[in-house]
């Protein structure tokens, strides 16, 4: 996925409602699949540490060499999915997500 200026996308930020920020779109993708992909489906979910972990070798190279700049993508999408209600946190500390339960 080459990445385009030109390819931008709006995201959310649960902490700042009606808000939104225009980022790039590939970076947004990659992370927002990787990061859907290592949530699990029910409380209590995994911790923010532990997401950043394990969504690291799920980054596609050409995007993230070394894992750059993805603990900012990733928080970006956390708060992006939460304003969606696609993911929730879970009531513990530290902070665990989980995907949304949907009725």
Known sequence: MPRNSTNRIEV?????????R???ANMYR??????LTVLPDAPPGITL???RKRVLTRLPEALFPNGAK??????TVQLDLE???IITRSN???I??????LA
């Open 12 to 20: 959310e930020n649960v902490n700042h409602p009606g808000t939104v």
């Open 22 to 24: 225009n980022v790039d």
């Open 30 to 35: 990659a992370m927002r699949q990787a990061y």
């Open 49 to 51: 540490a532990e997401i």
């Open 70 to 75: 993805a603990g900012w993508w990733a928080k």
């Open 83 to 85: 304003a969606k209600g």
């Open 92 to 94: 513990a500390s530290p």
């Open 96 to 101: 665990r997500m989980h995907k949304a339960i």
